[in-house]
């Protein structure tokens, strides 16, 4: 993210900001606001149409064949039928150094961009921009206008595991998603805080504690933390279990005899003496000493805390993820709850309800929000409380403009309630500053050799069958420097790519052999068709820091000129990406673009051409290399030059 971070400042510094008379314009940043502006002026000019409203309303297309922008004519409300328009329109369009003449096509008005301007413009760019082509520092500022303001800020949620609990499919989503949207708000020009809220607090971690009296063993801890905690918490766990029986059993029976009116004193001595000893119980009066603030319990409690996030952070950076905090539940100040408390009661959003606090959403407004405990009748607080007590704690420290929520769909009532008590609290400005972004499920996430526990298990895993399929490709195997690490990145890819094939609210299978195969729209094709470009670049023996010097009117094919055109959209790209917020915006472009270099390869040949024009067809290659990088990057992959 640092380098991200650099790029996107290079490119703001250099660019001399020159401001379009159109909002959100940036010619020097984005070619396509070349044409934008261009269009925008001349149409508005010779057809007496207000040219903020044509900016406003031009439109990017989906396939190359629709023109490279396209005006729906229908959108700048005048009285006509929109197919007379947009031909009066077209042809009232006039000659243009930069547009072909707009064609009208039913109602909507198509612009083509002429070739050799736009080449040179775009590859000019990519070239000499490199990792920051496509980047816009100045859709983060608070005011695009006055950069004296600043940088808007966003926290960033995301991934959020529990201690001594599985990392389950649902934090790794939260994980490849949060970190995509982090990387994409950087190179947008915000200020972005990535924010891990730990599940590190409440009862389980008295259990947890005890566990380890028993079972805890000191270098185990040191090793492998995360797994060695985990075992402690399986097997207390499994006591914990065994006692609840005879327990259950106990409660039955006594219910039974009152029913028939039998004395139950000796039953009742009993099940006190059993819930006294369980580990149940234990683990409770252990939490509560953390809760009180005994050191010992919370030493402890901060050793397994402290070794699992050093274990974490090694694994998070193999995804290129570096948090800038570590939060968790613990972490919420009982200050915070207190006065939240007090908010909600006095805005009326609190009742009491058989001793406990609740909020009652279906009297406010929000049927659908049922009804949500705020505090037990025991006075602790819940999931629920700790994330209102967490919500003002973060406004009140980092003013963020805003926060960015990325946790699993199972959790959408708790988010909606959380949003909802905050308005109602009086902070609706806060509240609208808040989003959640969710995603679907995963099937089927397991090893090869059982179910998984932790990220490090899945990542070995993808990396091992990576490396087996490799080596089914002798020759290209044995050129690989480092087959090991190569495997590994391109395990890593594997897994995020599935992950951001669909949109986020699709859940999907979790398919090793898919996933790894070198075929289809995988991670392993993506990877391949980079280091293919690496490759090119290497075997023509050229100075690629050169290439901007190439003769750019050499490019003239079809298939040149349309590579060109989907380059030039990269920027457009991610523009509609932080709309979208979906990692497919991306992903889907980076495949179009992949699929359009395939079957350039045999047609624009750079081995064998003559020498100025195999320099302008590297040029081509060496922009597509930059541009998919860029995309790569934005993803959180580590683009391979070999694999
Ligand atoms: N630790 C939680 C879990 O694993 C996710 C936390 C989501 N974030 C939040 N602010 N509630 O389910």
């Known amino acids: 993210a640092d380098s991200l971070t650099a790029s996107v400042q290079a490119l703001t510094l250099q660019s001399t900001t020159k401001t379009s008379k159109f909002a959100g314009c940036f010619p020097t940043l984005n070619p396509m606001d070349i044409y934008r502006e261009h269009i925008a002026e001349e149409l508005g000019k010779a057809a007496g149409i207000d040219s903020d409203l044509i900016f406003s309303r031009l439109a990017w297309t989906n396939t190359l064949d629709k023109g490279d922008l396209s005006l729906p004519v229908a959108a700048l409300r005048i009285k006509k039928k929109p197919d007379e328009l947009a031909a009066e329109l077209a042809s009232k369009f006039p000659e243009s150094d930069l547009i072909h003449p707009p064609t009208a096509f039913g109602p909507h008005l198509q612009f083509f961009c002429k070739a050799a301007p736009l080449t040179n413009t775009v590859l000019g760019r990519i070239l000499s921009e490199k990792a920051a082509f496509g980047t816009n520092g100045n859709m983060g500022l608070k005011d695009p206008s006055d950069p004296s303001k600043g940088q808007k800020k966003i926290i960033i949620e995301f991934s959020s595991p529990n201690i001594a609990k599985p990392f389950h499919a649902g934090h790794l989503r939260s994980t490849i998603i949060g970190g995509f949207l982090a990387n994409l708000h950087t190179v947008m020009g915000w200020d972005v805080i990535k924010m891990n809220y730990l599940g590190d607090w409440g009862k389980q971690y008295g259990l947890l504690a005890n566990g380890f009296k028993y079972f805890g063993n000191e270098e185990a801890l040191t090793k492998d933390p995360i797994n060695h905690l985990f075992d402690v918490y399986v097997k207390i766990n499994r006591i914990v279990g065994d006692q609840e029986g005879p327990i259950k059993e106990l ?74 905090v ?123 050799k059982g179910t998984v526990k932790f990220l490090d298990d899945i990542l070995r895993d993808v990396g091992d069958k990576m490396h087996e399929v490799m080596k089914k490709n002798e020759t290209k195997y044995s050129q690989v420097a480092n087959p090991e690490e190569t495997a590994d990145t391109l395990g890593i890819t594997s897994v995020m790519v599935q992950d951001m094939t669909g949109k986020r609210v699709n859940g999907y299978d979790f398919n090793l052999d898919a996933m790894t195969s070198f075929e289809g729209d995988t991670g392993p094709y993506l990877q391949y068709a980079h280091a293919r470009l690496c490759s090119m670049a290497r075997k023509s023996e050229l100075n690629i820091d050169e290439l901007d010097s190439a003769d750019f009117s050499l490019l003239t094919e079809r298939h040149a000129i349309d590579l060109i055109r989907l380059l030039a959209s990269w920027p457009d790209v991610l523009v509609n990406t932080s709309k979208t917020l979906e990692p497919v915006t991306v992903l889907s472009y980076l495949f179009r673009m992949t699929h359009m270099l395939s079957s350039s390869y045999d047609v624009l040949k750079v081995i064998g051409s003559e020498p100025e024009l195999k320099k302008a067809r590297m040029a081509l290659y060496a922009a597509a290399r930059q541009v998919l990088n860029n995309g790569m990057r934005v993803l959180g992959l580590n683009p391979v030059e070999r694999s």
Not at 260 to 288: Q, W
Not at 299 to 317: E, G, H, M, N, V
Request: hydrophobic fraction near 40%.
């Open 326 to 448: 570590y939060s968790g539940e613990s972490q919420v100040k009982a200050e915070s709850m207190a006065s939240a408390y007090k908010a909600m009661e006095k805005a009326g959003v609190t009742e009491e309800s058989d001793g406990a606090i609740i909020a009652d959403f279906t009297k406010h407004g929000a049927k659908k929000l049922g009804k949500a405990i705020i505090v037990r009748k025991d006075g602790t607080p819940l999931y629920l409380t700790r994330d209102i007590g967490a919500i003002l704690e973060r406004d009140e420290k980092y003013h963020f403009d805003k926060m960015i929520y990325v946790v699993a769909a199972q959790q959408d009532l708790h988010l909606a309630q959380l949003f909802k008590v905050t308005e109602l609290m009086g902070n609706k400005d806060l509240a609208s500053r808040c989003q959640h972004i969710n995603f679907g499920m995963v099937h089927g996430m397991s090893t090869r």
């Open 251 to 324: 409660k039955e029976q006594i219910k039974t005899k009152k029913e028939k009116g039998e004395d139950v004193a000796t039953e009742e001595a009993e099940l006190a003496k059993l819930v006294d000893v369980s580990e149940d119980e234990k683990a409770r009066r252990y939490f509560k000493s953390m809760e009180d603030g005994d050191p010992d319990a919370l030493a402890l409690w901060a050793r397994f805390r402290d070794l699992s996030i050093a274990k974490y952070k090694q694994t998070y950076a193999r995804l290129n993820i570096d948090f800038d």
